[in-house]
C-alpha cells in the first residue's frame, strides 16, 4: 500500500515537487559552510518528502541511543535559527498544501503526509527518516520504559 500511496504522491500528486524544493534548499545551505547542519536536515527531508508513506520521521538520540551532536544544545540552537529563518514559512507552506490535499477524500493521504512535513520543517536538527517498523520499535521502547517508571 505504501508504494502506490508514494506513486501516487509523486505522480499525479506533484509531491516530487516539494522534494525538489528541499533538494533546493540544501544546495544553497551547502554552498555555505555554515548551512551544513542545515544542508544534512535538509536532505533528510527531502528524502522523507520523495516518499513519506512506509516511513516516519525519528531523532537521531531516539535511533542511535545516544545523544548527537544534532540532538544536544548545538541542534537546539541550530533549531531555534531554522525555525525563525526558513522553518515556519516550510511550515506554512506545508500546512497550505494540506488544506488543499484535503479538499477531497482521495487526497486526505496525502494532507496528512504534509502535515507531517509540516511538524518536521519546524526543527528539522537532529532527525532521520526511517522505515514506519523502525519508528514502532522506538514508540514500544519508550512505552516499555514509560510503563517500567510507572510501576516503581
Known sequence: MALLLNILWNIPGLGFLTALMWLAAALVMAITVIGLPWARACLTLAGYSFLPFGNTIVTAEELTGRPTLGTGPLGWLANIIWF????????????????????TIVGLPFAWAHL????????PVGKRSVPNAVGEAIAAGHGRAALDRSRR
Request: with cysteine; glycine share 8%; hydrophobic share 70%.
Open 84 to 103: 525563525l529563518v526558513a522553518g515556519i514559512w516550510l511550515c506554512i507552506a506545508h500546512l497550505t498544501l494540506a488544506g488543499a490535499c484535503a479538499v
Open 116 to 123: 507531517k512535513l509540516a511538524a518536521a520543517s519546524l526543527a
